[in-house]
């Protein structure tokens, strides 16, 4: 008897000890669980960007290198899906529609004709995009304090930088006739020259044009304004921009001074420009996107925004070729 008592005893200990072992396990699954609910809540997920560029060249590529230093300083892990369409249009509509496609969470627009081709194949998506002049005529935004849309970004032109040119090159170069080369079809470029064309007639200067379509162009383009200018004005055009050096050849052989629109372009051979640095747009873009991504705004409620910091750079490798000597009350800075 007393033995049947004792494995009864034993019995009831070990159902015990077995559902104190199962209540441990149970409670012991409640941190897992609710780590899993942090990742799930996206603290630990890995974005997909999409990137658009219309075609390679140095200041552009600056603007992309900026907006992912900037994802990366605020702790964002993100996977890059990165095209170029090497000034293709068709190319452009074709990776706007690939990029859309593939369920990407925010796309970086990487110039006008960029965002245009994205923000034409989705209201849903978050588009930030940097390098566009006139994001309102290019019909990106509503305005630039209210964007209203899926879309966002930088804009690539500090209000003072035109009329500091072209006070430049009349007080200072003593233009009159002043050249510009540039691809009309391109929305961003003719939106610019006309901002020029009416600040440059408003003090007595004279704009001659010359319209590319390719940047195999734009050699003959520039040669064509020969006897015609005394100097030279080359804007923000990306179809130029990729074949600036045959415009500085043409200019340096002529002795025409020739301003230009950013910093990279002063370091390939043009002789000054009023501007900023295009990473620190890609960068003011991508600081954008952080908040877009983490959910503590929209691309709606994201003013769009101009550069900062307005400089005066000079090269003075080609002030030299044409004699030009750097005036002290120039403040300007030396191209490295």
Known sequence: MRKSIKILMFMVIGAVLLLAACGGKENSSSPTETNQGASSSGETKKFKIG??????????????????????????????????????????????NNLVSSGVDLIFANSTPSAQAVASVTKDIPI??????????????????????NVTGTVDTQPDAIPSTIKFLKEELGAKNVGMVFNAGEQNSRAQVDAVKKQMNAVGLNVVEASVSTSAEVKQATESLIGKVDSLYIITDNTVVSALESVVSVAND????????????????GLGAYG???FDIGYEAGQMAVKILKGESTAAELPVQYPQNLRFVINKETA?????????????????
């Open 128 to 149: 930030v995009f940097t390098s566009v002049t006139d994001a309102v005529s290019a019909e990106l935004v509503q305005s630039m304090e209210k964007p209203g849309g």
């Open 254 to 269: 002529h002795k025409l001074p020739m301003m230009v629109g950013e910093f990279d372009s002063v370091k390939r051979g």
């Open 276 to 278: 900023f640095e295009y």
């Open 320 to 336: 030299d070729i044409l004699g030009l000597k750097v005036k002290d009350e120039w403040k300007a800075e030396f191209a490295k």
């Open 51 to 96: 990137v658009t560029q219309i075609v390679e060249h140095p200041s552009l590529n600056a603007a992309y290198d900026g907006f992912r230093k900037a994802l990366e300083d605020a702790g964002i892990d993100a996977e890059y899906k990165v095209e170029n369409a090497q000034n293709d249009n068709s190319a452009n509509t074709t990776i706007a």
